[in-house]
Structures are given as C-alpha cells and as structure tokens.
C-alpha cells in the first residue's frame, strides 16, 4: 500500500484503490470501484472492519477508551455542560456561546407540547404495553401531526424537524411511562430546564405539587450526554440508512428506536439489571461467570463487552460514580445490585477469559441501578437511552442529508441460494 492508494489482487487482476486519511483514527480503503475492477464485493456482515461513511460528529478509540464529540472528551462535557449545550454541540459543531445556548433553550423549551390528539392516538394502546412499543409507534406518529416538517430538502424543516424531535420525545417518553402506570399525563413546563421537566413529566402527579430534586436532575442530565451519541452504531447506522432513501426525520428515528430497543444494544440496559437481580447475591457469581465462558450457553454479561471498545468504556466509569452519587443523594446505603455488579467487574476483569477477549463494563451496566434508584421501571431504561440518543441520531441524519454526495445505502450479497432452476408443475414435484 502507497502513502494514498492499496492494491488488492482478485483472481488475476490487482486493482489500485485510493486510500482516504481522516483528522485521527485508522484510514480507509476506498473500495468504491472495487466491483466494477474486479467482479467481486467485499464481504463484513457485521462491519467489523468497514466504514459506512465520513463524519465529524464522533470519534472513538476504542483501545484506548476514549470518546470525543466533534473533539471534546465525554468526561469533560459531562463535567462541565449540561445535555442541551450536547446538543447544541451535536447538530452545529461548535459549543455555544452564552447567546446561543440560551436561545437554542428556548426554542428546544417552546416545541415541548404534542399536538393534543397524541392523548388519543396513545388510548389505542394496551395499558401493559412495553414503553419502547409505544415510542415506536408514538415516535413514528409524530409525522402524521407535523407534515410542516417533514420536507428534507428544506434546510428550516430539517432544523424545525430536529428541534421538535429533541422537544417532543422527552414529552413522548414520559407520556408512554404515564400511560402504563395508569397516571394522567403531565405537561411539560416551560419555566423547567429540559431534564427536571422530564422528571416532572413522569413523576408529578395532579393531586400536590412535585419538587424535582437538583442532584438527581443534574444526574439523569449527565446520563443523557453519556448516551447522546457515538459513531456508526446499529441505530444509528439504522437511523442512516432509513434516511439515505428520503424518508422523512420521524420515520427514521422511529427506525432508530426499534434497532436500539434490542438487548444487544440499548435493550442492554434493561437486560444487565435484570441479570444483577438473578444473580441476586455475591456467592452467585462464579456460578454466572461460568455461564458467560462456557460455548454451548447463550447467557452473555449484559452491561459487557462492546464492537469498538477493547478498553474500558469512558462512559461506564462515569456511570458508576453518578450512581454512588444517586444512591448517597437518596439514603440508600446498602443497595444489594450494586454490590453484585461491582463485585462482578472486579472478578470479570480478573478473569484470563474477559482479559484475552478485552472485555470491559459498557455504558448499560451501571445505569440501571441508578435509573431504579431514581424511580423508574427497568421498562423504562431503554426509553431513556432514546430520550438521549434522539439528538445523535438527527444530527447523523442531518450530517447525511447535507452530504452533497449522499447516496441511497443499497448493500449487495454473497448468494448461497439454489442455482437458477426451471418450475414444475405441481403435479410433478
Ligand atoms: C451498546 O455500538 C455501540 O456503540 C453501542 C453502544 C452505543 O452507545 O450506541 O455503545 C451501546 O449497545 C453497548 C453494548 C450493550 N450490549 C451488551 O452489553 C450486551 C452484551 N454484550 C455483547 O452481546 C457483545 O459484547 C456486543 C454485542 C456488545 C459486542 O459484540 P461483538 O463486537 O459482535 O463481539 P462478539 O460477539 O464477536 O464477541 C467477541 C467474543 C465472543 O467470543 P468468541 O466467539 O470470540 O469465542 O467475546 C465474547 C463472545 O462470545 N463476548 C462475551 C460478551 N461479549 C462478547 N462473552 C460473555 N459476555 C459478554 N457480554
């Protein structure tokens, strides 16, 4: 391979293939000509290895555990921002000046209500319905009641579509938690920052007023910057994907939902406080370690282990600190999960099998203890990764759409089907 191009020998032909450089992180091999060359694809079921696009949004090196949005360390946005400055950071690229945060509060604050008629469409549900169900559905809905924002070729629609969508599916989510447990709605308020409104929105009741505590808002505020965004992952790439054929914002990041919603990704929040439950107690864990190395059993650590990250996840870290902080905040002094899950990490991390594959905490496994501290159901911890990934999501989409060489994502195959064939009549089959 030259400084800028690779060679790749197919049969008897070797083609030269340019090779793109970014700002940090590995090259690329632009295989783009490599069929028309050669007659052959490459093959990465998985995209282990392959870049699905160019951006500036993200940046991960996952040896080394760190995370960067648009160059700022995670650790130090969490620190020092709070989830809108994220956002801000997100969509535009730059961190806002004093000016522009308090506008683009304002404007996010303004588009917090729902068109009154989603109090309807959600009566259409069951009440027991999972929440993620119905933020699929509620979330896909948006573009039956915002057909002003869905024309993607209009750059004020595309931002208009983006700021109700970071607006509105806080206000969604809690409407769907709401609905299960059988509450009024709670609508938002526009004298609550973003976070304490959500918690207002889900734990408020009308029958005495609702003090939103500040350490678990500033809390629930840092999780939603930790989950907002991180490269190319599945909903993301679902999210990219869905929007390269035009599809208008909503229906994206309603695609969006339904891929995070599996427990080998978001769903892994759920699933990881699930199994510290069944674990239950300190003496159980050899038994689940066991489990988790042994081939022919399906169970996997949920909360561990990650595509990119052969480190620790900088997330993870921040995580657990923030549930130490939550959990003296509100008194509990022996929470037994947490015991299991630091306890679990401490043997995971000392086991030749987690230490031979690089596996480590990811960002699901202290945030269910945290999250059913502060009051909510584990149904509802996925919803709450959405809630926080809705902005990474729509600037993704955002940053494809305004690709001037944005083109519908069409993968082709390696066929292992039958052979073409001619049909027989049924008589003679
Ligand atoms: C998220 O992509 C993202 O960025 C996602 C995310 C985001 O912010 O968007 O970071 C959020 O989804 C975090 C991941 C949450 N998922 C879980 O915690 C579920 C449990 N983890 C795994 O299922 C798994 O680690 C994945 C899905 C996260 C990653 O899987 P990979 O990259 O496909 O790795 P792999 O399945 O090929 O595993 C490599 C080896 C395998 O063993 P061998 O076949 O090589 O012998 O490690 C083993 C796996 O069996 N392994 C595990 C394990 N994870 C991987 N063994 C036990 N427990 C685990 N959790």
């Not at 729902?114 to 948006?142: I, K």
């Not at 082709?412 to 089959?429: E, V």
Request: charged share 20%; aromatic share 10%.
């Amino acid at each position: 391979m030259s400084a800028n191009t690779g060679s790749i020998k197919v049969g008897d032909k070797t083609v030269e293939l340019p090779v793109r450089s970014g700002t940090i992180g590995p090259d690329v091999l632009d295989i783009g000509k490599l069929y028309a060359q050669t007659g052959a694809f490459t093959y990465d079921p998985g995209f282990t290895s392959t870049a699905s696009c160019a951006s500036g949004i993200t940046y991960i090196d996952g040896d080394e555990g760190v995370l960067l949005h648009r160059g700022y360390p995670i650790d130090q946005l969490a620190e020092h921002g709070d989830f809108l400055e994220t956002c801000y950071l997100l969509l535009y690229g730059e961190l806002p000046t004093a000016a522009q945060k308090s506008d683009f509060d304002y404007r996010i604050t303004r588009h917090t209500m729902v068109h009154e008629q989603m109090a309807r469409f959600f009566q259409g549900f069951r009440r027991d319905a999972h929440p993620m169900a119905v933020m699929v559905g509620s979330v896909g809905a948006l573009a039956a009641f915002y057909h002003d924002s869905t024309d993607i070729t209009d750059p004020k629609q595309r931002m208009i579509a983006s700021m109700r969508m970071i607006a509105k599916v806080p206000t969604l989510a809690a409407m769907a938690y709401k609905y299960t447990i059988g509450q009024p709605f709670v609508y938002p308020k526009n004298d609550l920052d973003y976070t304490s409104n959500f918690l207002n929105m889900c734990f408020a009741v009308p029958c005495e007023d609702y003090k939103v505590n500040p350490v678990l808002s500033r809390a629930l505020d840092r999780i939603f910057i930790l989950h907002a965004d991180h490269e190319q992952n599945a909903s993301t790439s679902t999210v990219r994907l869905a929007g390269s054929s035009g599809a208008n914002p909503f229906a994206c990041i309603a695609a969006g939902i339904a891929c995070l919603w599996g427990p080998a990704h978001g769903g892994a929040n759920e699933a990881a406080l699930k199994m510290l439950a069944e674990i239950g107690t300190v003496d159980r864990i050899p038994e689940f370690i066991a489990r988790a190395k042994d081939k022919n059993d399906p169970f996997r650590l949920m909360g561990f282990g990650h595509r990119v990250y052969k480190n620790y996840d900088p997330r993870a870290k921040i995580m657990q600190k923030t549930s130490h902080e939550v959990l003296a905040e509100l008194g509990i002094k022996d929470e037994p999960l947490l015991d299991v899950a630091l306890e679990l990490e401490r043997i995971a991390l000392n086991d030749e099998y987690f230490i031979e594959k690089k596996l480590y905490p990811n960002v699901d496994f202290y945030s269910g203890i945290t999250l059913k501290a502060m009051g909510f159901p584990t149904s509802m911890f996925t919803v709450l990764f959405a809630v926080a990934r809705t902005v990474g999501w729509i600037a993704q989409w955002k940053e494809m759409i305004e690709d001037p060489g944005q083109k519908i994502g069409r993968p082709r195959q390696l066929y292992t089907g039958a052979p073409q064939r001619d049909y027989q009549p049924i008589s003679k089959r």
